[in-house]
């Protein structure tokens, strides 16, 4: 199952190399990982996306609370949570596309952001999945290329990370 | 007063108590080498190459339980001691190594001897820094000491740039810790060990299955009672022999790939098993889809990712062992419930049959040197009583099951990382530690090989180690794989080109005997023993064919050992020359 993992991390050097090494050395996968300060400057807040069977998750979360850098750890999927990720696509646009696209856009409330004769830029945020079907309906004009920044969330309601 | 890097280092390690750090200088670490010569308090040991270094801090570490510390220089210095942080961790041994750094405003620049010491040690230590400000230096070294002995223990090298070895500040040692990221769990939940009691009360054939987080915990006073109030069986894994003492009849031997008989049976056969300190590693479970089919299990451990790792677990207790173990004795000697006596007689019934088979014999007839009557004569000889190294291979599982350690911390050996090369540097440790003690270092000829250098070492320092090689020509486990799964092919597993043992220990300074015949053994290590105070080199020529008996192959089950020793095809030195 897909699982988004938060967690705070000390602010320090090498901090993230700690993450990922635990990934690549143990064998787990990590789909997305995005890593960003907080309000309180020794912090960093860290999410990132992960599969596997519920025995791989458990040892993926007690391998990450055991790394010293960690200060707190938060599995997102495992309560109601909101996520998002953002995309930022150009494509090629000519003739009827120009409208064609333009409607696609504004169905999945993304913007245009950059407008050329031959191509837009759109910038679009949401859940993944909703990314990936806007990717794929927008797949009859030409793609040039997309850049995701890959998924951030946070629980909603009571639940929150924080030291 | 302002004091420099360097002498901060010092300072920090006089505080921390420090009596021995083992090392070897270069460029980058001279300024704290200057420092060390400056005062006298913390005693440095010049090894012979930095790798002795890590083993030798890891010995002393392992047999008293305080933290061994290591010295290095930048570059190949550091890059030399991989392999002994690698053993360190995977042993769950408390280490502070100290690298040279080149300077600040060098690093990142390809400058000269300039390694990522953090990067490249990251996988393999506990946790790591790199001090970029002399400010900073001694909180990191407490923080070192204090992560690498609370916990489950483990290595923490500490990388420091030669700029701020130099640099200086005011001089004060933190009086503690704490760090909001790093808070090691100390008991241990008072729900779950009560319903683990309840379990392990109601059992008809339970087993204690215990292993180094027991030594590590030093929990094995707490381990014995309980074990002895219950009258159950209990078996220990390579890491955690002398928890529980050996000639105690409540213990079955040692489990897993070359376990004894009973203790891999009963294992098979328990209902509930109470693991301790142990972490159901392959070596110890074989197929785990066929481990322990009929057990209902408790498992404590100071390490939450210890737990259900490999094995599922019904009770998982997250706490200290000592504490657990000490809780649990409570509880059962204020408990209603007893033990099921009955039941309990009928399973040590069973556990006495499948000891009746004997399974350690071996053929004491044999007009060659047998590797296990050596260590039945050592283990005689010794009364029990000595520190035991080991490197890694036959001669190691050989001490495992004839050497019956009743003590804690007497027995050490890298058992997770199966770093040959280890038993001699270890051994430096342990005798510095422990200077009045016999010290015994089980070994190869193959294995010796790998650091055999400290024997200059244990010259300068006179350490009267004595040294049991058990010297079939070949890397005999390899050889033993060979045999059973290669069709008797034996890749490059004969050591030709020998040295003389005897004339390479007396070139350093040292004594030397050569045994040949089985009734000879006795004698050599009598006069070995009697020298308290030089190293003895014993080269015993041992029989080549010989195999370690039982043996689980990888991905069969607890119940599928070899037991009866097949005819060998062993070409002898004799045919090979
Ligand atoms: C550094 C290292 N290299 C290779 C191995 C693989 N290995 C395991 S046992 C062994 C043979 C050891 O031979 P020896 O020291 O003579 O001991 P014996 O098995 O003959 O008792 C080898 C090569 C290892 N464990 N460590």
Known sequence: ?163 | MELTGADILVRCLQDEGVEYIFGYPGGAALHIYDALYKQDKVKHILVRHEQGAAHAADGYARSTGRPGVVLVTSGPGVTNTVTGIATAYMDSSPLVILSGQVATSLIGNDAFQEVDAVGITRPCVKHNFLVKDVRDLAATIKKAFYIATTGRPGPVLVDIPKDVTAHKTEYEYPKSVSMRSYNPVTKGHPGQIKRAVDLILAAKQPMFYTGGGVILGEASAALTELVRVLGYPITQTLMGLGAFPATDPRFVGMLGMHGTYEANMAMHECDVLIAVGARFDDRVTGDVSKFCPNARIVHVDIDPSSISKNVPVEIPIVGAAGFVLEEMIKQIKASKKQPDREALAGWWKKIDEWRKLNCLDYDRESQLIKPQFVLEKLYELTAGDAYVTSDVGQHQMWAAQFYKFDRPRRWINSGGLGTMGFGLPAAMGVQMAHPEATVCCVTGEASIQMCIQELSTCKQYDLPIKIVNLNNRYMGMVRQWQEFFYDRRYSHSYMDALPDFVKLAESYGHAGLKIEKPGDVEAALREALKQKDRLVFLDFITDQTENVYPMIVAGKGQNEMHLKPCKAVVPTDRELA
């Open chain 1, 1 to 163: 199952m897909r699982h988004i993992i938060s967690m705070l991390l000390e602010n320090e050097a090498g901090a993230l190399s700690r993450v990922a090494g635990l990934f690549s050395a143990r064998g787990y996968n990590i789909e997305s990982l995005t890593v960003a300060p907080t309000e309180d400057p020794t912090l960093s807040r860290l999410t990132l996306v992960t599969s596997g069977s519920d025995d791989i998750i458990e040892q993926i979360t007690k391998q990450l609370n055991k790394l010293v850098d960690v200060v707190k750890l938060l599995d997102l999927t495992e309560g109601t949570h909101i996520e998002r990720e953002m995309l930022l696509i150009k494509v090629t646009v000519e003739g009827p596309m120009r409208e064609e696209v333009k409607r696609l856009v504004d169905i999945f409330r993304g913007r245009i952001v950059d407008v050329t004769e031959a191509s837009y830029v759109i910038e679009l945020t949401g859940t993944s999945d909703k990314l990936d079907a806007f990717i794929q309906a927008v797949g009859g004009a030409g793609i040039l290329e997309t850049v995701r920044s890959g998924v951030s969330g946070i629980a909603r309601g009571e639940r929150s990370l924080r030291v």
